[in-house]
């Protein structure tokens, strides 16, 4: 999978409201990833997550309201 897959879909998440809704609205984790593999975004739950921790809290709440910090991309 691709670090630079995982960017491509945080910044998607960032910049695309209805995408972000969509995503969110998934609860089960392994049909969340499904989705974002569905989507074209080839990357893995732990790269999602660093890129994720790359960016300072100021930047996740400018990109949308805070969402990640309540964001959870936990897969059982």
């Known amino acids: 999978m691709s670090l630079e897959q995982a960017k491509l879909f945080v910044d998607k998440l960032k910049s695309d409201t209805a995408f972000r809704e969509r995503v969110t609205a998934i ?3 392994p049909a969340r990833l ?3 593999r569905s ?3 080839q990357c893995t739950e732990t790269e999602i997550k660093e890129v994720l921790g790359e960016l300072s809290d100021n930047d ?3 990109a949308c309201g805070g969402i990640y ?3 959870s991309y936990t897969i059982q």
């Open 34 to 36: 499904a989705f974002i």
């Open 69 to 71: 910090k309540n964001y």
């Open 39 to 41: 989507e074209g975004f």
């Open 60 to 62: 996740l709440d400018q």
């Open 27 to 29: 609860e089960h984790g």
